[in-house]
């Protein structure tokens, strides 16, 4: 079955990197878009980033813009995220969500991981 | 930036009950509408997308309507494992994506 998971969690200090991966069985990695979307505590979904099936397009939101760069390596089904100039802010579950259709990154997530848990403090 | 409002924040039904959940975007966004399903401790599950198409595995008592700006899921009776958060989310002329605030539906 398709399944998804993060791993790369930890506490880091404000200003420090950290990267996630995601890594990806049962399906064709290499045929799919993927995103990340993180959840503070307590709080909401927050789209963070995707990348096309082939790396060729990454778009970000606003919030991590020239801080985060997604990746992914399609021969080892893996996906990334690598976080610099990490804030407060950014202490969230970060998931890995496939997109829903082959190819065409359509923007809705299915499947998703379980989560992994990023805190930036000081 | 797209806005997506939830109402209402916290829904109290008990099982057997209809839920009807709302979803309001700030301008025009077609059927590019999609709800998820969190339950504590959990990844959220895609339920429904482009306003009203079922994901894989998702029963039938759950339904989506709705164009333009107003949306609605539907759960036509609740199950006790149907008490969640729901979400939606918007792939209007994305990106970004951007998702609602969430309603919670509690057990009364």
């Known amino acids: 079955q398709v399944q998804l998971v993060e791993s790369g969690r930890g506490v880091v200090q404000p200003g420090r990197s950290l990267r996630l991966s995601c890594a990806a069985s049962g399906f064709t990695f290499s045929n799919y878009g993927m995103h990340w979307v993180r959840q503070a505590p307590g709080k909401g979904l927050e789209w963070v980033a995707v990348?096309?099936?082939?790396?060729?397009?990454?778009y970000y939101a606003d919030s991590v813009k020239g801080r985060f760069t997604i990746s992914r390596d399609n021969s080892k089904n893996t996906l990334y995220l690598q976080m610099n100039s990490l804030r407060v802010e950014d202490t969230a579950v970060y998931y890995c969500?496939?997109?829903?259709?082959?190819?065409?990154?359509?923007?809705?997530?299915?499947?998703w991981g379980q989560g992994t848990l990023v805190t930036v403090s000081s | 930036e797209i806005v997506l409002t939830q109402s209402p924040a916290t829904l109290s039904l008990s099982p057997g009950e209809r839920a009807t959940l709302s979803c309001r975007a700030s301008q025009s966004i077609s059927s590019f509408v999609a709800w998820y399903q969190q339950k504590p401790g959990q990844a959220p599950r895609l339920l429904i997308y482009?306003?009203?198409n079922r994901a894989t595995g998702i029963p039938a008592r759950f339904s989506g309507s709705g164009s333009g700006t107003d949306f609605t899921l539907t759960i036509s009776s609740l199950e006790p494992e149907d008490f969640a958060v729901y979400y939606c989310q918007h792939r209007y002329n994305w990106p970004p994506l951007t998702f609602g605030g969430g309603t919670k539906v509690e057990i009364k």
């Open positions: 969500a496939r997109d829903l259709d082959r190819y065409d990154s359509r923007g809705w997530f299915d499947p």
């Open positions: 990348i096309w099936y082939d790396g060729n397009n990454k």
């Open positions: 482009d306003a009203s």
